[in-house]
């Protein structure tokens, strides 16, 4: 594909990544240059404590059209996405990983169904044999669970990795919520959408920060963010077990008045105790998990905080505070440590 007038901004979180970054850098350089002078890489540190900001600091000398966005601490991964995109100033942008498990060969075919029409284009992994069965088996459990629970699926075997045009960017900014769920933010859009397909690689260095016990909150954020369905299926259980309570109750009354009072069944209470008890005590679980969120909500506080940026417009800050002055907060002015900031601390 030749160079094209277009602008292209992609956008990186990282966290503790120095090891993955020059690896990054010398595979995804060449195909930006290869497809649009006027391309941007955002990296959004997620609240680093190794020397990743040092690392991008270093490649900015020699690469100008790289910048670093700087959180105050670590937002976790779908907050410092949200960053790198409320900066994004392309014509469109791609969200990636750093560790090149989303290869930059693909970038190319993303933008050609993009500039043929595409509003969104996502890159759905055909094979990912670098993970686990256990991850493979339970991201398909996922998935079928979504979509089974949710008015708004989301493609399967889809992560991050996608192009987004600027009217996308535009109306995602519409969207305040703190419990964010970026697959399910991504598919609630809308727009004209397609696919291209690619083969998951290893990652190039480093390790996944994504244990179990995280993925498992990550799942949980995503359906009880874009479903009503678990809250609402208790109510169908509590019609169905006081209809079996009502049932059950005139079967003893007949029983007794035909045939006279039985021996009183102890086991059988301590079972209807213990099971409605644990049943009880289940739905508690589920209402607080939606209430949780909803308390998260009503407290309104900053999306994420911006520690320092670098290589960004004057102009364009100023204006990303004035339109996120109630999702985000921003510097009003630089460090006066210059490049020391945070180093030996």
Not at 134 to 161: C, E, M, Q, W
């Amino acid at each position: 594909m030749e160079p094209s007038d277009f602008a292209l901004s992609v956008v990186v979180p990282v966290r503790n990544e120095e090891d993955a970054l020059p690896l990054f850098l010398a595979s995804v350089l060449p195909v930006l240059r290869d497809l649009t002078p006027s391309f941007e890489i955002i990296f959004v540190d997620d609240g680093s404590t190794d020397g990743t900001a040092r690392v991008i600091e270093a490649a900015r000398a020699t690469e100008p059209r790289l910048r670093l966005l700087s959180l105050s601490r670590n937002f976790g991964k779908e907050a410092a996405l949200t960053a790198g995109l409320h900066f994004a100033t392309g014509d469109a942008a791609i969200p990636m990983d750093v560790d090149l498990q989303d290869p930059p060969e693909v970038i190319p075919r993303l933008v050609e169904k993009w500039l043929a029409g595409c509003d969104i284009v996502y890159a759905r992994r055909r094979s990912r044999p670098s993970d686990t069965m256990l991850k493979r088996v339970s991201a398909g459990h996922f998935y079928t669970l979504f979509n089974r629970l949710s008015d708004i699926p989301i493609p399967s075997n889809v992560g991050d990795f996608r192009l987004m045009d600027r009217r996308v960017l535009d109306a995602l900014q519409q969207f305040p919520e703190r419990n964010r769920f970026m697959k399910g933010l991504f598919a609630a859009l809308g727009f004209h959408q397609d696919e291209v397909l690619y083969d998951r690689p290893e990652r190039a260095a480093g390790q996944t920060k994504f244990r179990f016990w995280r993925l498992w909150n990550f799942a949980l954020d995503g359906i009880t963010s874009f479903s009503s369905m678990p809250i609402r299926v208790w109510s169908y259980i509590g019609a169905a077990v006081a209809l079996l309570g009502f049932l059950y109750g005139g079967f003893i009354v007949v029983h007794t008045l035909v045939y006279g009072r039985d021996t009183p069944g102890f086991a059988t209470l301590a079972v209807l105790v213990t099971v409605l008890g644990g049943l009880q005590l289940l739905s508690i679980g589920i209402i607080g998990e939606y209430a949780s969120r909803i308390f998260v909500e009503t407290k309104n506080r900053p999306l994420y905080i911006v520690r320092d940026l670098a290589g960004f417009d004057g102009a364009l800050i100023e204006e990303r505070r004035a339109e996120l002055s109630r999702l985000a907060v921003l510097p009003r002015r630089p460090s006066r440590r210059a490049g020391n900031a945070g180093k030996d601390c």
